[in-house]
């Protein structure tokens, strides 16, 4: 009879070495926590052949979390998974665009998807931010089109858009604007869960760091 362990603690403690026991790659220590999120979130250890880890990411994105940087996510699925409560103790907050009242009928007129259209509305949102992307490829393009302005340049780009029309090539485009820190996982896998545990493995690794 199979035994299962029953503990919280004892259960992520178990995944995290089998993790860090099946990984191929030399990550540098300050990696480690996004990475294995990521490969914990997915269930794939597979997954650790397509992350792609700007140079800066890390250090930009805990420097923007430890002055209060806010969180801006495409879809409400990704601020649904985001630690607010240990983000708030930051001095930062997360906020989706996506259904404030003016966005559909201005995405309407645009002729363009409404999660481009709530980057493209509020450019002033993203200057030092941290952005989270775990749905919309168009929403990516939006971002990256706004980020060749210093003035509305993010301090941090997350995005692992999930899908087979577009998402793949918009992170591949992200990861050709090396100018930009960003952490992405290449090809068609990604999702909602996938962006906000980037999102919370770089919140708890500020906390620590903090304390």
């Not at 926590?33 to 890390?58: F, N, W, Y």
């Not at 994105?61 to 996510?73: D, M, N, P, Q, Y």
Request: proline share 6%; glycine share 8%.
């Amino acid at each position: 009879m199979t035994e299962f362990i029953l503990d919280p603690q004892q259960i992520e403690k178990k995944s995290m070495n089998i993790i860090r026991s099946a990984l191929t790659r030399d990550w540098p220590e300050k990696e480690y926590p996004v990475v294995e999120r990521l490969i914990h979130t997915s269930g794939d250890p597979s997954l650790e052949q397509v992350i792609a880890l700007h140079p800066q990411a890390i250090d930009c994105g805990l420097e923007a979390l430890k002055h209060g940087a806010r969180v801006i996510t495409d879809v409400e699925m990704v601020r649904a998974g985001i630690a607010k409560e240990k983000l708030k103790s930051l001095g930062g907050s997360v906020e989706c665009n996506l259904n404030a009242p003016e966005i559909a009928q201005q995405a309407k007129e645009w002729g363009i998807t409404r999660s481009m259209t709530a980057f493209r509305m509020y450019p002033d949102r993203l200057q030092g931010a941290i952005v989270a992307i775990g749905n919309a490829p168009t929403a990516l393009l939006e971002v990256l089109r706004l980020a060749e302005n210093p003035e509305t340049r993010p301090a941090l780009i997350i995005g692992i858009p999930v899908g087979f029309v577009g998402a793949k090539e918009a992170k591949d485009l992200l990861w050709q604007h090396q100018e930009i820190p960003s952490i992405t996982v290449l090809g068609t896998r990604g999702g909602s869960p996938m962006a906000a545990t980037v999102v919370n493995a770089l919140i708890y690794t500020a906390l620590r760091q903090k304390n």
